[in-house]
């Protein structure tokens, strides 16, 4: 025959804080998933952006042709610069295309000449330094090494970070507070109960363990709930995703399990904590 | 073992309960109180137990002054004291084999340890058939049982009982004495707590009466 819990925990709290544990849970997971998907987008903006740069020479300027050698020969002299090649007029027009759609007269309008430029990422020039060259020559041409495009990216990433962070936060801290409410209650329920065990000799620690074993429990199982329930909803978010990819795709294969699992042991961590500290404060405040 | 200087008691700021108490209790000794009902038996097992500390004088048990011990050290020192409360302060939801367990489990003792040990308490008491029968089904004297068993489980140094043949019928009063009497042969202390003064009378071991204030048989120190 097993042996009895020494404490008569009630199973309708139990079953309540393990929902309370999974929505929290479920929360984490969109909070972790905002904080990846947005780290992803930005490293695939900053990746594609970075190792390339582009030089625009103003339609309005005078013997294009010239003016375009001119800086193709500053950027071939410039260190840092692995190459720089002048897009030729149909590709310019594929690129124009978006806005002004398809004009077979192109070559009426003014285009601007614009270079593509390859950039040794470990060894980017500064763009202060070959725009002043550029500007030595009197080309009027602009570099653009898409600085301003990356940091933006990296800082709209680092924002959505924190905000996950911040959530996070929140939901250990809701957890907390939970498990700290309900494990008061119950030691005040059971306080001739816990007066006994202490008057057969059991230590605080002792009676602490009984309630970390319950809490453990009910934070495992509200962990594992909350997070299947976000898996389920992750999946069929995922599989919208894929129409449009603007939203960040959320690759279930790898890590993502492996952070599902971060956390479930991180609600459980909270709540065994929160229940020892809350047990060992209490008994000896009460003493 | 058990040694009371002066020693004055009272519930927060009510009247003295326990006042100028001072006796020795020494190692292996059975000692009597006594004292009509409201006289201070409980209050005074109670200091002895470490629930609560005197409000005068000082008390010493196992050579240590009862007000200097942390509380993992009451809580050791206790599993060295086996307790017969007047109340019983049995678990409901437990059954009769794991109350007498309690004391084993909770210093962590494993089950397949103390089975055997508990189920022959149970035996000896008399409620060998009675081992998973929760208290609210028990009777007011088969409750005492279960706690005197709780009480001797762990072998303990000291036995504090009080009223222990309270609830039971003269036979098994004579029996759970000769219990007691058999611990203290073992070399246990035993502090026996009762207004059954025949019992005192006819067992002529030292008492310390509360209700006078003295003692008698060489026990007073
Ligand atoms: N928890 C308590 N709070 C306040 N006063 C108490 C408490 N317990 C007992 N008392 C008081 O202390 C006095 C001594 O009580 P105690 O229980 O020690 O007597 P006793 O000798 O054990 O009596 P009995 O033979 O009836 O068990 C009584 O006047 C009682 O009212
Ligand atoms: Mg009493």
Redesign the interface.
């Known amino acids: ?1 097993r ?2 819990s ?1 404490i ?1 925990f009630r199973s309708g709290g139990g079953i309540l804080m393990a929902l309370i544990v999974a929505a929290m849970a479920f929360l984490a997971c969109f909070a972790l998933a905002g904080a990846l998907g947005a780290s992803k987008l930005a490293g695939a903006w900053t990746d594609g952006l970075s190792g390339a740069a582009t030089v625009r020479i103003g339609a309005e300027e005078g013997a294009p042709e010239q003016q375009l050698d001119i800086v193709l020969d500053i950027l071939k002299s410039t260190e840092g610069v692995i190459d720089a090649v002048p897009l030729t007029e149909d590709e310019v027009a594929a690129l124009l295309e978006p806005w002004f759609g398809a004009a077979p007269e192109l070559s009426d309008l003014p285009a601007p000449a614009i270079v593509a430029v390859t950039i040794d990422s470990a060894n980017e020039p500064d763009t202060s330094i070959v725009q002043a060259r550029l500007d030595g020559a009197a080309t009027g041409a602009v570099y653009d090494d898409h600085g301003e495009w990356r940091g933006r990216a990296a800082s709209a990433a680092h924002a959505v970070r924190s905000v996950a962070l911040g959530a996070l936060i929140v939901c250990a801290l809701a957890i907390a507070a939970v498990v700290i409410l309900s494990v008061r209650s119950g030691l005040s329920a059971q306080s001739a ?1 816990i007066a ?9 620690r ?1 009676v602490a363990g009984l309630y970390q074993t319950r809490y453990f429990w009910l934070g495992l199982i509200g962990g594992i709930v909350g997070c299947i329930l976000a898996l389920g909803a992750m999946v069929s978010f995922d599989a919208l995703s894929t129409v449009s990819r603007a939203l960040p795709s959320l690759d279930l294969s790898g890590y993502w399990w492996f952070l599902l699992l971060g956390v479930v042991v991180f609600a459980v961590l909270v709540c065994v904590l929160a229940a020892r500290i809350t047990v060992l404060g209490t ?2 405040r009460g ?1 | 073992m058990i040694l009371f200087e002066n020693v004055g008691f009272r519930y927060g700021r009510g009247p003295d309960v326990l006042q100028g108490l001072s006796f020795d209790v020494p190692d292996g000794a059975f000692t009597f109180i006594t004292g009509a009902s409201g006289a201070g038996k409980s209050s005074l097992l109670r200091l002895l137990y470490l629930d609560d500390l005197p409000s005068a004088g000082k008390i010493s048990l196992f050579g240590r002054d009862i007000s200097t011990l942390t509380r993992d050290e009451i809580a050791w020192f206790r599993r060295r004291i086996g307790v017969v409360f007047q109340d019983f302060r049995l678990l409901d939801h437990l059954t009769a084999a794991e109350n007498v367990a309690l004391p084993l489990r909770v210093a962590g003792a494993r089950e397949v340890e103390y089975r055997d040990n508990v189920a022959e308490m149970l035996q000896w008491v008399g409620l060998g058939g009675q081992m998973h029968i929760r208290p609210p089904q028990l009777s007011g004297g088969e409750k005492q049982r279960v706690a005197i068993a709780r009480a001797v489980v762990a072998s303990p140094d000291i036995i504090l009982a009080d009223e222990p043949t309270g609830s039971v019928d003269p036979e098994m009063a004579e029996r759970i004495m000769q219990l007691f009497m058999e611990m203290n042969r073992l070399g246990k202390t035993v502090v026996f707590a009762t207004h059954d003064a025949d019992l005192v009378k006819r067992s002529k071991k030292p008492t310390i009466d509360l209700k006078s204030g003295t003692s008698s048989g060489g026990v007073a120190a």
């Open positions: 025959m042996n009895s020494l008569p109960n006994t065990l202490r008057l057969a000799g059991a230590e605080d002792y008994l000896r003493a």
